[in-house]
């Protein structure tokens, strides 16, 4: 075999080898997660130690319990709450220009990250929010409101 029949050969083993490890990818994030989800939180963890978020959950951690510390969180939304659309996951941008369903869903995950409570970004080709757990409830963040086993509260 001359080194042209060799080259050919490792050429289709590495190429084969790509294939596979592009479709092992492709399948563990669908399992795991969708590519916008993974996109949010990537993109989102730049600003983990944001002024805002730290603030908030400094302020939110006094309360009781995680569910009350969800509905501090959800207070102070509220009482931000501007609908633009946008790209920008930055947190500081909810004071002064608002954001849309991307930018409330990451806004809600750094916070809960820094208060320690589990959740989880959820998207669709349109719409993403927040999904914060515990063992005995869980809460759905969209932009302002959270609803909670079914009770909304905003």
């Not at 479709?23 to 730049?46: C, G, L, P, R």
């Not at 207070?75 to 941008?93: A, C, G, H, M, R």
Request: proline letters at 1%.
């Amino acid at each position: 075999m001359d080194t042209k029949e060799k080259i050919g050969y490792w050429s289709v083993y590495l190429f084969c080898f790509l294939l596979i490890l592009g479709y092992a990818f492709f399948i563990y994030t669908f399992i795991n997660k969708s590519i916008s989800e993974k996109y949010i939180e990537v993109e989102s963890d730049k600003y983990k130690d944001s002024p805002v978020i730290v603030s908030l959950a400094n302020n939110c951690s006094s309360e009781v319990s995680n569910l009350m510390k969800v509905y501090c969180v959800n207070s102070f939304i509220y009482s931000q709450y501007k609908y633009v659309k946008s790209n920008d996951l930055n947190p500081e941008n909810i004071y002064t220009i608002g954001g849309d369903c991307k930018m409330y869903a990451s806004f809600y995950r750094l916070v809960f990250n820094k208060l320690n409570i589990s959740n989880r970004i959820v998207s669709t080709t349109k719409h993403a929010f927040t999904i914060v757990y515990a063992d005995d409830w869980y809460c759905n963040a969209e932009q302002k409101v959270i609803s909670c086993q079914g009770l909304e509260v905003n």
